[in-house]
């Protein structure tokens, strides 16, 4: 599961892109195992965060994996760089970021994340997605 902005310019596109690059979702009848997708203040983004407390001043796309008594969460350049491994292919070249101290790549995630309304705007209102990836939202 992936959490996201939903009033973010660069968050709506980020998850556009992954929904066309997604090879998993395309090709998989059943749909297990493929990313879906919630805002992180909607309902399901709230559960989550009221489950983790370490998420409350965390301004970040969140990556959730596992079920509520084995969840675990990643945030900021390591959900970023566990999306990069879901997608595969030549995204694969983003984790090379992985071998840089988290520290720095936090704070380059965090320098980034500040200007992002500025530099994208923001989206006043989720676009309804697209027929065959509505299930993939929550």
Do not use: Q
């Amino acid at each position: 599961m992936l959490l996201y902005d939903g009033s973010c310019g660069f968050c709506d596109a980020t998850v556009k892109l992954v929904l066309r690059h997604d090879r998993r979702g395309v090709l998989r009848h059943d749909r297990r195992g493929v990313l879906r997708f919630a805002p992180l203040d909607g309902p399901f983004g709230a559960a989550v965060r009221a489950r983790h407390p370490e998420l409350a001043e965390i301004d970040s796309v969140v990556w959730v994996e596992g079920s509520n008594a084995t969840e675990r969460v990643l945030v900021r350049s390591d959900a970023a760089l566990r999306l990069a491994k879901y997608l595969g292919g030549y995204w694969h070249l983003a984790r090379v970021a992985g071998v840089l101290p988290r520290r720095l790549r936090d704070f380059c995630y965090d320098a980034f994340a500040r200007r992002r309304y500025r530099w994208f705007g923001r989206v006043d209102a989720c676009e309804l997605p697209a027929p065959e990836v509505r299930a993939r939202f929550l």
